[in-house]
């Protein structure tokens, strides 16, 4: 009876790193610390479908080979559950090792998997992922141990659930539906950390602002489910036209911003060209017809252009982008601070 | 309702009977293991699959509290019972595989004993044909 409670305790600690958990990580880690209190294993398996990962939290003298017998009975099971096996075929493993016995009773370099428990993660009848338990002896879980081991996937189930509809919320939040590129509020957000990073460590920052050019035109001739089109293209092709490290993002109608960190204004005004050549050459279908269309870019700099904050930096972007206008169109403008 | 003249032993409520019987244990049994919710899951996985096959079977009901036949009774009582009873067989079979395929030996010790009586029972009815 004793036993019973103290693993009853032991159970209600997991249950609560698993709630008090933020991401999938975490989980893993926090689980597999608590696990070797009630079970015996040689490794904890997560798999998560809709990131397609395996996390496994491992004894730390498991061999490869047994890894690879876990992962690949965790997908085998997965598929018997229903799933798509092709989905998984791109899974990508997390492997966390910790020393969960004595030295002396280190596993054998050719351990195998001899016995395992896996469980479906799943809420409101989704199969969002599995668990399990693994060891390298054989008979090594009861009935008792899936008693235990199915209270903690109810728990981990529902707090991914949680984290799902956590990142939908994020995701809408942060990105602009129509052209999936970043919103505004998360410009704004992405400027305050590498404006800071800019000013305070010394850095290159440019900012690129582009303005689709005639574009209520296109709107007014073809109707806005067209001008829509043309809007997703183009944010394509500013997607294709940045770094990893730069953040595209949808500034308000068909004005756009790019935040290029570390750049100075030859390597900005190579991007913004690049940019500007590539719409210039672009054949856009609208409608029935087919437009040749252009853009205006503006460009600012830190600390070329000596600017106090992040306002001043999208302040002098969109005086630069003004001038381009006013030039003509279909051209970059650098910000001058003397306008002529 | 089928029911067989010579024997007049067993008939298609007999096998609903039987399997009725069965499938309740094995969820009182599973679900003490690994609890409703999952088994649920597991039986509403397996009537979709044999029930491609043996289409009265997507009438069995399953929630957290457990597994109803109702269904089955009111619109299947009259098919055969020998095909009443591969249906359910196979749909046994198929959980247990997935019992086994999920917990390597741990559910499937807990329920064979259970099981394999009652289906010997369900076939030596049939066979009394």
Redo the contacts between chains.
């Keep these: 009876m004793r036993l019973i409670f103290k693993n009853l305790n032991i159970l209600r600690s997991i249950i609560n790193t698993i709630n008090t958990s933020f991401e999938i990580k975490e989980i893993v880690e926090s689980a597999g610390n608590n696990l070797p209190n009630l079970f015996e294993f040689s490794a904890f398996g997560v798999l998560w479908k809709a990131e397609s990962s395996l996390y496994l939290f491992q004894e730390e003298s498991c061999p490869p080979s047994f890894t690879q017998d876990v992962a690949g009975n965790m997908v085998r099971v997965f598929s018997v559950l229903g799933e798509e096996p092709d989905d998984l075929s791109r899974i990508t493993l997390q492997v966390e090792k910790r020393k969960l016995r004595p030295s002396h009773m280190a596993m054998d370099p050719k351990a195998k998997l001899r016995s395992y428990l896996v469980l479906p993660l799943a809420v409101e009848a989704e199969i969002m992922g599995s668990i399990s338990l693994n060891s390298d002896q054989p008979n090594a879980f009861d009935a008792q141990d899936l008693q235990f081991f199915s209270v903690i996937g109810y728990q981990m189930a529902a707090t991914l659930k949680h984290f799902q509809r956590f990142s939908t919320v994020k995701t809408m939040a942060i990105y602009d539906p129509l052209t999936t590129l970043y919103n505004r509020r998360y410009f704004e957000e992405r400027m305050i950390v590498e404006a800071q990073k800019s000013f305070y460590g010394g850095s290159f920052l440019s900012l690129v602002m582009v303005d689709i050019d005639h574009f209520k035109k296109v709107n007014d001739t073809f109707g806005h489910t067209e001008g829509d089109k043309v809007l997703q293209e183009i944010a394509t092709l500013l997607k294709a036209s940045v770094r990893k490290k730069d953040t595209v993002a949808r500034y308000g109608g068909e004005e756009f911003i790019l935040i290029l960190p570390e750049a100075g204004l030859e390597e900005a005004g190579m991007i913004a060209e690049r940019i500007r050549r590539l719409v210039e050459s672009t054949l856009f279908e609208v409608g029935q017809a087919r437009l040749h269309l252009t853009v205006s870019l503006g460009i600012s700099n830190f600390p070329g252009h000596h600017a106090r904050s992040k306002e001043d930096l999208v302040k002098m972007a969109d005086q630069a982008l003004y001038d381009a206008k006013r030039g003509g169109r279909n051209r970059v403008c650098v910000f001058h601070s003397v306008q002529g | 309702m089928t029911k067989e003249a010579k024997g007049g032993k067993w008939t298609s409520d007999l096998v609903l009977d039987l399997y009725s019987n069965l499938l309740t244990e094995v969820w009182e049994i599973v679900s003490?293991?690994?609890?409703e919710?999952?088994l649920?899951?597991?039986f509403?996985?397996s009537i979709?699959?044999i029930g491609e096959k043996y289409p009265f079977l997507n009438s069995l009901v399953v929630s957290e509290e457990g597994i109803s036949l109702e269904g089955i009774r009111e619109t299947y009582r009259n098919l055969p019972p020998v095909d009443l009873h591969r249906g359910f067989q196979s749909l046994i079979n198929h959980l247990l595989?997935?019992f086994s395929?999920?917990?390597?030996?741990?559910?499937s010790?807990?329920v064979f004993p259970k099981v394999f009586p009652r289906v010997r029972e369900a076939e030596r009815l049939v066979s009394q044909k």
């Excluded at chain 2, 003490?32 to 609890?35: E, H, M, R």
């Design positions: 003490a293991l690994i609890g919710a999952i649920e899951l597991l509403n996985l979709k699959k595989n997935l395929a999920l917990t390597d030996g741990v559910i010790r807990e």
